[in-house]
């Protein structure tokens, strides 16, 4: 079959995009911790705050949250109804995933390109934080990318059923 070679491409891709994706929102969780690490040693130790702690905390904590979408995904730790799809079989299960799929990929592809367009509307406003005056197109930035991702893996995904009657191997069943 000719698609092997690019079934394989696929779901390489998918994996290795999917472990960069989860170590940086892991990294992410961590810089947070330690943030608020600070901030805490910070208020209990020094009577005071650090300033924009919460405000860096917020940014990163949406990056983390995005960036782990599509790694979620693949390892199916997202919520699904399975009520349904444990009474099909064959072909009926597989349009039936193939739909859902196709409606994952649209809403999720829209999402993507509305937080692109947001990140690229702040980059060219130059539109800075409240607090520490950070650009904000950096955290929106990464939650666009995460957006992204997912929508790649639900592309992902849907051209793994088509093509290889499988799943992603790193999915849970």
Do not use: C
């Not at 394989?8 to 608020?36: C, N, P, Q, Y």
């Not at 130790?45 to 860096?56: F, K």
């Not at 399975?82 to 739909?99: F, P, Q, Y």
């Not at 994952?104 to 607090?131: C, D, H, K, M, P």
């Amino acid at each position: 079959m000719h698609s092997r070679p690019l079934v394989h491409a696929v779901r390489r891709g998918v994996d290795l995009l999917s472990k960069v994706t989860e170590t940086v929102a892991a990294l992410l969780l961590w810089m947070i911790f330690f943030v608020l690490l600070g901030e805490l040693l910070s208020r209990n130790l020094l009577s005071r705050s650090l300033a924009g702690s919460w405000e860096l905390a917020a940014f990163m904590m949406a990056a983390m949250f995005f960036l782990g979408l599509a790694p979620a995904l693949l390892a199916g730790s997202h919520v699904r109804v399975t009520m349904l799809s444990h009474l099909l079989v064959g072909r009926v299960a597989k349009i039936v995933e193939a739909s859902i799929l196709t409606v994952a990929l649209v809403v999720s592809g829209y999402a993507a390109t509305a937080l692109i367009n947001l990140a690229l509307r702040s980059f060219q406003r130059g539109s800075l934080s409240w607090e520490l005056s950070v650009p904000l197109v950096l955290p929106q930035a990464f939650v666009a990318l995460g957006m992204a991702l997912l929508a790649f893996t639900f592309a992902a995904k849907l051209f793994l059923l088509l093509f290889d009657d499988s799943v992603l191997p790193a999915e849970k069943t």
